[in-house]
């Protein structure tokens, strides 16, 4: 199916009629089509999977949220809106979308408690310890918060509000948004895709979707909401508009096409920050604290203590490959067995000036760096990278280096061969304003068309911090269900 707009005098009398037509059903689509029906509106939701969830359900689960909720006060954290925007301005940034942001740092709190009342449940414990994802049922965590330079920016607080499950947390938050918007009476539509937006003039009036074979069409009086996720899994689209990410693996239930997308470009929405993305470098945080994280030179790049998204955005975007995890036997064995996540080393070595031949270093640029390293962590200071003192100690030969091309199941998978180590998904989409109303290029809102999640884009500039997708796809996913509500009649 083209996915041109298709004139509302050519698709005849709607097969279903609806207030809200919410197409997506991930946790941006949950909250649209939980708070349209809040609001007194009609509800249908298109999901195109056999269930709901999407790349939602396959996540680690974690929201950014601070501003002061119960767990932070619980954990012993004082925390406000003004903190949280210092940090995410420069965490996110550059070119951090700065209106949507602070918009969202002041509704943080506040949208906690909209997610718990939903069922959405979060145990008042800390995980203190970098990681991507906490094997503990803590409700909250560290995601760089007090690592430099945002230590110095803002007061330090964590912010990784997580549901009380060892390891991905994402099924359990979509089972608690689902079970809501089901018992809110929303209809939901599996096993059906939107294939063209239906237009009243310069007014998107609904869908055109197929079901089991099916062209459907569905009518919406009052908005459709885009939640259809972003385009990783296109690679026409990854050509076009991030090219660097086509070599790596994909962060997506295998569904994030950027249908949604292309239906809103073509009915002339804009786009904005294309090329942005999370990218996760299969590097073991709790082992590059202790250690040293390198580039192909031997020469470290960032401090390892800061969130593992920023350090994988350093090196696999601006670092000559590959990067190399280096330790020593006594990092290694500081980390309880089950968070090794099944990493082992590739190469060990006697002496640093070994372990740089192996692998294939200029001469003498490991030897260096281990030894400017251990200088300054004598003194329980970093002055070069700023790594925080608590994670500082000389390491001491034998030397290991770790491969994150291997993954997390390092040499057992040596067998399996080498990948890039990294995987992505697209930050960047449809352009909205901080309401998810969908813009066109001059820069006005398309009437009746809306986004939110992955389909638009959101607070990202070329950062990221885990948990602002999950809690911006959310916050404005409610926001771009007020279409919902008879003020926005007339849009």
């Known amino acids: 199916m083209s996915p041109r707009p298709v004139p509302v005098d050519e698709v005849g009398e709607p097969d279903h009629e609806t207030d809200v037509l919410v197409v997506g059903f991930g946790c941006a689509g949950a909250a649209a089509a939980h708070e349209a029906r809040a609001r007194g509106a009609r509800v249908l939701v298109l999901e195109r999977a056999g269930a709901p969830g999407g790349s939602s359900a396959l996540s680690g ?16 954290f004082t925390d406000t809106a003004e903190d949280m925007f210092a940090y995410l301005e420069a965490a996110l940034g550059p070119h951090a979308d700065a ?12 949208h906690f408690d909209w997610l718990r009342d939903l069922g959405v449940e979060f145990q008042h414990s800390l ?15 560290w995601l760089g918060e007090n690592a430099w330079p945002y230590a110095e920016l803002a007061r330090p607080a964590p912010r990784g ?24 009476g929303a209809v939901v539509h599996v096993d059906t895709r939107a294939g063209a937006l239906i237009r009243d003039g310069d007014r998107v ?24 996720g972003g385009f990783v899994d296109n690679e026409r689209m990854l050509a076009d508009h991030a ?80 990067c190399w995890v280096i330790a020593d036997e006594a990092a290694y064995e500081d980390i309880p067995e089950p968070e090794r996540w099944g ?24 030897r260096g760096a281990v030894r400017e390293y251990n200088r300054h962590a004598a003194r329980g200071a970093d002055p070069v990278l700023r790594k925080s003192g608590r994670w500082l100690r000389p390491l001491r030969a034998p030397l290991a280096a770790f491969d994150p091309r291997l993954g997390f199941a390092g ?81």
């Open 61 to 76: 689960g974690e929201l950014y949220l601070g501003g002061g909720t119960p767990v932070q006060r619980a954990c012993g």
């Open 99 to 110: 209106a949507k942001l602070r918009l969202y740092c002041a509704g943080s709190a506040a």
């Open 127 to 141: 995980h203190e310890a970098p990681t991507w994802m906490p094997l503990t049922t803590d409700g909250l965590m």
């Open 161 to 184: 509000h997580r549901p009380p499950v060892p390891g991905p947390g994402g099924r359990v938050l979509m089972d608690a948004l689902v079970a809501a918007v089901r018992g809110a």
């Open 205 to 228: 009036v609904g869908v055109v979707a197929r079901r089991y074979g099916r062209d459907l069409v569905y009518r919406a009086r009052r908005a459709v909401v885009l939640t259809t």
């Open 243 to 322: 090219p660097d990410l086509l070599a790596h693996g994909k962060v997506s239930d295998g569904l994030d096409d950027g249908d949604g997308i292309l239906m809103a470009m073509a009915a002339g929405a804009a786009t904005r920050r294309m090329a942005a993305a999370q990218i996760a470098l299969t590097a073991l945080p709790a082992l590059a604290v202790r250690g040293m994280l390198v580039n192909a030179r031997g020469r470290r790049f960032i401090n390892e203590d800061v969130y593992p998204g920023l350090f994988s955005i350093a090196a696999v975007r601006h670092q000559p490959g590959p």
């Open 343 to 366: 990493v082992r080393p590739v190469h060990v070595a006697a002496t640093a000036a070994e372990l740089e031949r192996d692998l294939g270093m200029p001469d003498g640029a490991l």
């Open 411 to 491: 040499g057992a998978r040596r067998s399996a061969g080498i990948g890039t180590g990294a995987a992505a998904f697209t930050l960047g989409g449809l352009r909205t304003t901080p309401d998810g109303a969908v813009l066109d290029v001059p820069g006005e809102p398309v009437p009746g068309l809306f986004a939110a999640g992955r389909a638009s884009s959101g607070l990202h500039g070329d950062g990221y911090v885990s948990g602002t997708s999950l809690g911006d796809d959310t916050f404005v996913g409610r926001r771009a269900s007020h279409a919902g509500s008879p003020a926005w009649d007339a849009r």
